[in-house]
């Protein structure tokens, strides 16, 4: 699943947390899920999307810290666990803190 947020008034993805049961990890369900995932967020016009998760995880993807490509997670929020991944080669570059979507009460 993923949600919008702006960063510099920029709609951005943000994922969220993704699991699989056990008795079915190992076998790509989790890597299907997110490339296809960033595939259709690609098709509509999503540059960036961004994940609160696993450093050793989400890196396989092409997620690196926030901050090298400007974006700032909100105060609290550890710098290693919130990664972004740019989407399109063509992206804007964008600077400046998430904005969660006002449901997320943050």
């Given amino acids: 699943m993923f ?12 994922l969220a947390p993704l699991s699989v049961l056990p ?10 899920l997110i490339k296809e995932g960033h595939k259709t967020a690609c098709r509509l016009g999503y540059e ?19 901050s090298d490509y400007g974006i700032q997670p909100l105060k609290g929020i550890p710098t290693q666990n919130f990664m972004v991944v740019k ?12 904005k969660f979507a006002k449901e997320f009460g943050i």
């Fill in 3 to 14: 949600s919008r947020a702006t960063v510099d008034n920029e709609d951005i993805l943000i």
């Fill in 23 to 32: 008795e079915f990890q190992n076998k790509g369900i989790g890597s299907a």
């Fill in 48 to 66: 960036y999307c961004a994940v609160l998760g696993s450093e050793k995880y989400y890196p396989r993807f092409g997620y690196v810290i926030s």
């Fill in 87 to 98: 989407l399109s080669a063509k992206a804007k570059n964008v600077n400046g803190y998430v």
